[in-house]
């Protein structure tokens, strides 16, 4: 099956740094997904981009398809950004999705 | 429109006791899948039904798991009975025929002493 993998595993940030997480997939997607899991377990959607580059807030994403990987950027971090944030993809739309193994980062004051 | 909603947020059981968590998908959306993420590892899926039919139970673990969605509409997930090994956050996601992307649900999270 599809093997997702993510860079670093783990990451420490001083406050307002910026930093960028990596995804890597071993075959064609059809969908990408980041996600972040807050310190409380919720799972928030942040970026759907099996493509392209989006934007949102101090968030940004860019995949490159065609080399099969995807970036995350956080500018600015603050403490609240604290969490894991996975890689999520899909093969097909009707396929369940697959996470990739996380990076759990750590934003200290 | 209102989004996936699970319940309960946080249960806290002893082992050998059953829990059943609920999961309301947002509203027409015919797929539904559970995962789940246990002791800090990866988040691996369980199931998928399209309506009310199991589409993909691959990922569940052992029998002492069982997922319904009678009527197509909401979905629980029966552990009966609980191990120490449990212990995680289940999640649940649904997504509408055809539409690309995930919505998932904030997850409960399962605490089995």
């Known amino acids: 099956g599809i093997q997702v993998e993510q860079s670093p595993p ?9 930093s960028t997480l990596r995804c890597n997939f071993s075959d064609s997607v059809n969908n990408l997904q980041w996600f972040h899991q807050n310190p409380w377990g919720q799972l928030i959607n942040l ?5 392209g580059t989006k934007q949102n807030g101090r968030l940004s994403a860019t995949t490159v398809a065609t080399e099969r990987y995807s970036l995350l950027y956080i500018s600015s971090s603050q403490t609240t950004d604290s969490g894991v944030y996975f890689c999520a993809v899909q093969i097909t739309s009707y396929d369940k999705v697959i996470f990739g193994p996380g990076t759990s980062l750590s934003v200290i004051p | 429109e209102a989004g996936v909603t699970q319940f309960p947020s946080h249960s806290v059981i002893e082992k050998g006791q059953t829990v059943t968590l609920r999961c309301d998908p947002i509203s027409g959306h015919d797929n539904l899948y559970w995962y789940r993420r246990v002791m800090g590892k990866e988040i691996k899926f369980l199931l998928h039904f399209v309506k009310e039919s199991k589409q993909d139970e691959s990922g569940m673990p052992n029998n002492r798991f069982l997922a319904e969605r009678t009527g197509g509409t909401y979905s629980t997930l029966k552990v009966q009975p609980a191990e120490l ?3 995680g956050v289940y999640f649940c996601a649904s997504s509408a025929h055809r539409v690309y992307g995930y919505t998932f649900g904030s997850g409960t999270r399962l605490t089995v002493v």
């Open chain 1, 47 to 51: 970026f759907y981009i099996p493509s």
């Open chain 2, 85 to 87: 090994e449990d212990s």
């Open chain 1, 10 to 18: 783990d990451l420490i940030l001083q406050e307002g740094a910026n």
